[in-house]
């Protein structure tokens, strides 16, 4: 491997104006990230929603990427507000507002990666800037309320403990002693509406409540099934002694502040996970619950429940507007916000402005440049593949087929179907098709021989005999240019020499689990999570072709129209101009860690590549020699597509995202090479 590093005899003055442009280009990133959008499709999930006690209109969205949204008219539409922190995977579950004075805000978050990162947020500027507040921080927080006697006095639930504010979050203290060791993972917390001593603190394993402020705590299991999760419990704020608290084995009501429950009949077995309960600020007799199965509605404080949205709808959070409870919106996985304006009778989705969708493959049409196609992860029977006819304006599901499967790669072939990866096999569309047809027949040749006699002489027969399987596996990536198809999948490379109605393959040198694959002509490049691997006969035989022994993880790999190939790997990007038998180490401008794709814009005539850590993305005018910043998308991308001049990305977290000046639009190129270079009922 050999370090590309660029001329050693530049002169001064070169080196004066290349510096000058990266520093007037650097200046400019933040006025360029600032015009772009998330352009769908909009929806995914929604954690939490909280709204201004003072402008209820103004209603605030918690994501599971650090993300808060506003909206500016009760939930109607929504645009990006802040992102807490500096890591991608906090999950905002809690958003608090003090009564009083709506500028100062609280966030609790909690990371999926780490149980030992979280932090509490605070605002005083009604979110115009953001503090972690520091005795909270690596406090993972899965629960937060304020009192609504003494806004002062707040409590954050986390994995280690209950903690207590009552300075309005200047200093927490620890209310859970460690002498009570069984007060751990917290997942839920309430206040007394009068009291603000007494709490009640929802576990992994049952409740407890403390009517002194931390100082005793004690079990409140009686009537509750053993080994319980509570994950919400709310106080009636006209009669305190009305509890209710929901857990993974239904929902319960004490009439005796939490001393005794009694479960509450009327809502299904099947969805007893309740991850939120919710009452109606202007009428305590209506009670929301939110489960794994739909929302449940009770209008007499629990004796009756009906369900008033389909079984589908995993609900997270409920808002019930203050002035008019007939408006309600839900946040939910997948389905984004869903809104009800009679009461929860009827529901339609209220997700224009939001898209918090993870796409992981995104494909330009290659007759119609204003044809955009979004595979989509994690979204189940909403995801799969979108597509827009009109450059990301308006986007239309198309997965029928597809049965919910994760979409890792698309490509379209010369006659214009699609082709998709998924995490369960290969599926293709047909141009004048609106369902996904499977491509999964593998055919495995086995030879034998045998002697027989013939005219007096032993004569060897070999015998071929076809045995045929499914392919299931998770296929990373595809190629289908040329007259031979190839499958990266987690059971090996296929191939295919029959547009998919059949595959052959498997592990190549012994290694099955691959992630991406080149070809051109007879050369063909595969990659799996740690290696490189490279053919010149069309796959027949193949040489180990890895640009360092050091490489944990590759992202994609990339052929150039001058020859070269490209890696694109956690530990940055590499590039090798013989087919793979050398490699360069690309760290020229370009990030030296989570490199996520390497790609050539062809409009262009240069190379251009994103990072799992940035939302910049860098440009080379030389082949890859040297890198710089080219346009700041205010998104981490990872992969780009080109539509007429445009630039689109495909977000980790926000959809597809580009300019939005509408299809074709020459204002749309961000491109421009610079000098430096929920349903109804």
Not at 193 to 208: D, E, M, Q, S
């Amino acid at each position: 491997m050999r370090l590309m590093l660029g001329s050693s005899s530049m002169s001064s003055i070169k080196r004066y104006v290349l510096i000058t442009g990266a520093l007037l280009l650097l200046a400019t990133c933040a006025l360029q990230a600032e015009q772009w959008v998330a352009l769908g499709p909009d929806g995914g999930d929604v954690r939490s929603l909280a709204y201004d006690p003072k402008n209820p209109d103004r209603v605030f969205l918690g994501t599971s990427s650090a993300q808060l949204f506003v909206s500016e008219d009760s939930g109607r539409s929504w645009k990006r507000f802040a992102h807490l922190g500096d890591r991608e995977d906090y999950v905002l579950d809690h958003i608090l507002i003090d009564p009083r004075n709506p500028q100062i805000m609280f966030v609790g978050a909690w990371s999926v990666d780490s149980q030992t990162a979280g932090d509490v947020f605070r605002s005083k500027n009604g979110g115009q800037s953001w503090q972690a507040l520091s005795p909270m921080h690596g406090k993972s927080v899965r629960a937060m309320a304020v009192s609504k006697s003494n806004p002062d006095v707040l409590v954050a639930g986390a994995l280690d403990g209950v903690y207590r504010s009552d300075d309005g979050g200047e200093n927490w203290t620890l209310i859970s002693r460690s002498n009570q060791s069984e007060i751990k993972n917290i997942e839920s917390i309430a206040i007394d509406p009068v009291n603000p001593r007494t709490i009640y603190a929802g576990t992994w394993h049952l409740a407890w409540k403390t009517d002194d402020g931390g100082a005793n705590w004690h079990h409140i299991n009686k009537g509750m099934i053993d080994d319980s999760d509570v994950f919400s419990v709310i106080v009636n704020p006209e009669n305190p002694s009305i509890v209710f608290a929901s857990a993974c084995s239904g929902i319960y009501k004490s009439e005796a502040a939490g001393e005794l429950f009694k479960k509450i009949q009327g809502i299904p077995f099947s969805a007893r996970r309740t991850r939120v309960l919710h009452e109606d600020p202007s009428n305590p007799n209506i009670v929301y619950a939110g489960t794994t199965e739909g929302l449940w509605k009770t209008a007499d404080l629990g004796k009756t429940w009906k369900r008033v949205t389909n079984p589908e709808v995993v609900v997270n959070d409920v808002y019930v507007d203050p002035r008019d409870s007939k408006r309600v919106l839900l946040a939910t996985d997948r389905s984004g916000v869903l809104a009800s304006v009679d009461g929860a009778e009827t529901w339609v989705t209220s997700n224009k402005g939001y898209a918090h969708r993870t796409v992981q493959a995104l494909l330009v049409d290659r007759h119609d440049p204003d044809t955009i196609y979004a595979g989509l992860m994690n979204d189940r029977e909403f995801g799969g593949v979108f597509v827009s006819n009109d450059g990301g304006v308006r986007w239309q599901q198309r997965s029928g087929g597809l049965d919910g499967r994760d979409v890792l790669a698309l490509r379209q072939t010369a006659s214009g179907a699609l082709v998709a990866g998924t995490h369960k096999g290969i599926f293709i569309l047909d141009r004048a098709s609106h369902e996904w047809r499977p491509a999964n027949t593998v055919v495995k040749e086995t030879a034998s021989t045998r002697t027989i006699m013939r005219k007096g002489k032993r004569v060897p027969v070999t015998t071929k005999t076809a045995t045929k399987s499914e392919l299931t596996a998770r296929v990373k990536d595809l190629e289908v240019s040329g007259d031979r198809w190839w499958a990266a999948t987690a059971s090996g490379l296929y191939s295919s020499a029959d547009q998919g109605k059949s595959w052959n393959g498997g592990a190549v040198m012994g290694n099955s689990n691959f992630v991406a694959v080149r070809s051109r002509g007879n050369l063909v490049v595969a990659a799996s999570m740690n290696a490189v691997y490279a053919s010149s006969d069309a796959g027949a035989t193949w040489k180990s072709s890895t640009p360092s022994r050091y490489l944990t993880k590759i992202y994609g790999l990339a052929f150039a129209p001058q020859g070269q190939v490209f890696v694109a790997s956690r530990e940055g990007g590499f590039v090798s101009t013989d087919s793979g038998a050398t490699w360069d180490h690309l760290i020229n401008g370009l990030p030296t860690t989570e490199v996520a794709s390497i790609q050539y814009d062809e409009a262009h005539h240069r190379f251009v590549a994103t990072s799992r850590m940035s939302s910049v993305v860098f440009e080379s005018v030389d082949g890859g020699r040297v890198w710089q910043r080219s346009m700041d998308m205010g998104y981490p991308v990872t992969a780009l597509g080109f539509s007429r001049g445009r630039v689109l990305g495909a977000s980790l977290y926000n959809g597809v995202v580009g300019r939005n000046d509408g299809p074709g639009s020459k204002s749309a190129s961000a491109a421009e090479p610079t000098n430096a270079s929920g349903n109804n009922r």
